[in-house]
């Protein structure tokens, strides 16, 4: 089994800051991309940031230059650095990961539960 345990999330001003954290826990032979979506009320998941097995980080255009994501390989967990919140960053973000159970195993792909970011004076 896999899981995926999010957490950091919650209420905060505009121009404040938030750390959400995604732990992959289980069978987590091989572990790929680790992913961060959003998805705001009314509006589809969108991807926010990706950073790949071999460190290479991407992101969404919203989030350039305020959001940092980063990935400690032994503890398989992936972080997400949110500065300079705005109200339009207000969604549940999610972790996703593809991950291998051992090396009989494709890699499936994997979610966590959702965490709600709320940025709100």
């Known amino acids: 089994q896999v899981q995926l345990v999010e957490s950091g999330g919650g209420l905060v001003q505009p121009g404040g800051s938030l750390r959400l954290s995604c732990a992959a826990s289980?069978?987590?032979?091989?572990?790929?991309?680790m992913v961060w979506y959003r998805q705001a009320s009314g509006k589809e998941r969108e991807l926010v940031a990706t950073i790949t097995g071999g460190g290479n980080t991407n992101y969404a255009d919203s989030v350039k230059g305020r959001f940092t994501i980063s990935r400690d390989y032994v503890k398989n967990t992936v972080y997400l650095q949110m500065n300079s919140l705005k109200p339009e960053d207000t969604a549940v973000y999610y972790c996703?990961?593809?991950?291998?159970?051992?090396?009989?195993?494709?890699?499936?792909?994997?979610w966590g539960q959702g965490t709600q970011v709320t940025v709100s004076s």
């Open positions: 996703n990961s593809k991950i291998a159970q051992g090396p009989w195993d494709r890699a499936r792909d994997y």
């Open positions: 289980g069978n987590t032979y091989r572990v790929y991309d």
